[in-house]
């Protein structure tokens, strides 16, 4: 009698592992609690891994989708890369405001230049000695030369608020694709 009843606790204790082993597996549900970490199951045909949910900020292991995983994978990679795009565009605006700063006191100076200078040309005589005719070509060559100051000045700033216009705009659209990317996220992680 001991022998049929070792044999026949075995077959419990075996159907009985059977059946929580199934029961374990069907009890899976999706974004719903689980243990132990990195366990693997399938529902629904999808592969689910037990892991924190990246799309919310609870810190429960729950059953967590393959596509969610890569999602997470995909946002943290184009976080990094805005992070690092960032930081050289704002290294470039800063570079590009200082030369917007220089050139336009640049500019400033050589405009009051023209302008002391021009001034200062209308009193001289109209029938100028040998001597004031030689000073009056070299003022107005210096009125010239600050002349080309200027255009060079206001030529390199318009060029350089272009140039930081340009960095603004693909600054957003780096935050904007952001984003995009962690709707998708959410999307994929319900």
């Known amino acids: 009698m001991s022998k049929k009843f070792l044999a026949l606790s075995i077959s419990m204790l075996v159907l009985s592992g059977t059946f ?9 549900t999706a974004y719903k609690t689980c243990s132990p970490a990195k366990a693997k199951t399938s529902i629904g045909g999808l592969s689910y891994t037990c892991s924190k949910n990246p799309a919310k900020a609870s810190k429960k292991l729950v059953w967590v989708s393959k596509p969610c995983i ?3 994978k995909n946002y943290k990679s184009a976080k990094s890369m ?3 795009n960032s930081a050289t565009t704002a290294a470039a605006l800063n570079a590009a405001t200082r030369s917007i700063t220089a050139n336009e006191r640049q500019l400033a100076m050589a405009q009051k230049n023209v302008d002391t200078w021009t001034k200062n040309m209308r009193s001289y005589p109209a029938n100028p000695t040998a001597a004031e005719a030689k000073q009056i070509a070299l003022v107005q060559e210096g009125i010239d030369r ?14 350089l608020q272009a140039q930081v216009d340009t960095a603004k705009a693909e600054e957003s659209k780096n935050a904007g694709g952001l984003a995009t990317i962690k709707t998708s996220l959410k999307k994929a992680c319900k």
């Not at 929580?20 to 899976?28: D, K, L, Q, R, V």
């Open 70 to 72: 890569v999602a997470n």
């Open 82 to 84: 805005t992070k690092a």
């Open 146 to 159: 600050n002349k080309e100051r200027v255009l060079g000045a206001q030529a390199a700033i318009d060029s």
């Open 20 to 28: 929580f082993g199934i029961s374990s597996a069907s009890a899976a």
